[in-house]
Each structure stands twice: as structure tokens, then as C-alpha cells.
T-cell receptor
Framework: GEDVEQSLFLSVREGDSSVINCTYTDSSSTYLYWYKQEPGAGLQLLTYIFSNMDMKQDQRLTVLLNKKDKHLSLRIADTQTGDSAIYFCAERLYGNNRLAFGKGNQVVVIP | DAMVIQNPRYQVTQFGKPVTLSCSQTLNHNVMYWYQQKSSQAPKLLFHYYDKDFNNEADTPDNFQSRRPNTSFCFLDIRSPGLGDAAMYLC??????????FGPGTRLTVL
């Protein structure tokens, strides 16, 4: 079955790097996603990685996927105050229309 | 340009008074989703449409219904809202094989 775990809270100073972690249980995941949610807003797709990749870099964002350990991480370089939000990881299984979301990780950036 | 549009952004209703939330998309995606998100929780899938095929989640209460009159529009009807139905309701769309794109959400308050 699907079970996605995330730690709950991260505080980081502006300009530092922040790393958010996520673990999942279903090895048949095809895509893994990171979504950002600011207060009172919907989910904004940040980036995604296909399950046959180990790493994906997109400007300040780096996604690392360890399939053996079923571990996904998101690194945000040069964290800015606008990065303060809740970050959800999600997995999509092969042939499945659904996403399984983690509980979210709140990131607070201290100026 | 907005791609997934939800109206209204804020909706107040009375206990037991039927309410309809609206979602529209300019993406021409064939899959549309409705999620319920309560404070500090991950989005919870209520149901989704694959074209005209309706797919209800097993634990979605009967109080929640949906209509999709055409590709662009999808409605969430709550027949008799209770206090526990106060939440953010998120609509999302997806083209086959692609990622989910979320609208900004409708915040429902039940008095």
C-alpha cells in the first residue's frame, strides 16, 4: 500500500540551504513530486522526478531519489523568505490516477 | 494565465444548507480531482473523473457529490454541510501520463 512519511517542521536562516526529506513504501511508484503550499493557497507543483532517475536539478532546487531506501529529498539552495511554506511530497503509482501525499513539512525562513 | 480556476475562493454556508463549489480548467485535461484539506493535514482525495467516468473514494461520505457537465467544468456539491466539513477544497487536473495541477482552492466555512 501507499504510505508517505515526512518530518513536520524545519527552521532555516535566509541564505542557507534547506533539505526536506520524505520516505515512501511502495516500490512501484513511477513519479515522485514536490508541491509547495503557501498559507491559504493551493498546491504549486515545484518539481518532480521519474523513478528511474537519481537526481534532478532545477535552478535552486535539487531532488535526490534513493530507490533502494525509498527516500526522496528536496534541497533548496540560498533559501529565501518567499520559500516559507508547507512542502508536500507525493508519489504516483504505475497505472494509478491517484497521488499519495505525505503529511507535509513546514519550512520557516528566518531573515 | 490561470489554468485551474476555483470559485468562489471563500464560501460561507450554514449548517445543513446545500452548497456547490466550482472548478474550471483551460488545459483541456481529461482527469479532474476534488480534494478536501483540513488544517495542518495533507489533501485527501474525495473523487475524480476520468473523462466522464466518475471514481469515488471508498471513504468519501455520501454527503459529497460531484458533477462534470463537460471537459472544462467540475462541481462539488455538499448536500448537508456539517461543522466537520469546514476545510479547504482543492480541485486538480491531469492529462494522461502527466502531473496534477492544482487550483487555488476554496475555503469553506460552516456556521
Amino acid at each position: 500500500g501507499e504510505d508517505v512519511e515526512q518530518s513536520l517542521f524545519l527552521s532555516v536562516r535566509e541564505g542557507d540551504s534547506s533539505v526536506i526529506n520524505c520516505t515512501y513504501t511502495d516500490s512501484s511508484s513511477t513519479y515522485l513530486y514536490w508541491y509547495k503550499q503557501e498559507p491559504g493557497a493551493g498546491l504549486q507543483l515545484l518539481t518532480y522526478i521519474f523513478s528511474n532517475m537519481d537526481m534532478k536539478q532545477d535552478q535552486r532546487l535539487t531532488v535526490l531519489l534513493n530507490k533502494k531506501d525509498k527516500h526522496l529529498s528536496l534541497r533548496i539552495a540560498d533559501t529565501q523568505t518567499g520559500d516559507s511554506a508547507i512542502y508536500f511530497c507525493a508519489e504516483r503509482l504505475y497505472g494509478n490516477n491517484r497521488l499519495a501525499f505525505g503529511k507535509g513539512n513546514q519550512v520557516v525562513v528566518i531573515p | 494565465d490561470a489554468m485551474v480556476i476555483q470559485n468562489p475562493r471563500y464560501q460561507v454556508t450554514q449548517f445543513g444548507k446545500p452548497v456547490t463549489l466550482s472548478c474550471s480548467q483551460t488545459l483541456n485535461h481529461n482527469v479532474m480531482y476534488w480534494y478536501q484539506q483540513k488544517s495542518s493535514q495533507a489533501p485527501k482525495l474525495l473523487f475524480h473523473y476520468y473523462d466522464k467516468d466518475f471514481n469515488n473514494e471508498a471513504d468519501t461520505p455520501d454527503n459529497f457529490q460531484s458533477r462534470r457537465p463537460n471537459t472544462s467544468f467540475c462541481f462539488l456539491d455538499i448536500r448537508s454541510p456539517g461543522l466537520g466539513d469546514a476545510a479547504m477544497y482543492l480541485c486538480a487536473t491531469r492529462e494522461q501520463g502527466d502531473t496534477q495541477y492544482f487550483g487555488p482552492g476554496t475555503r469553506l466555512t460552516v456556521l
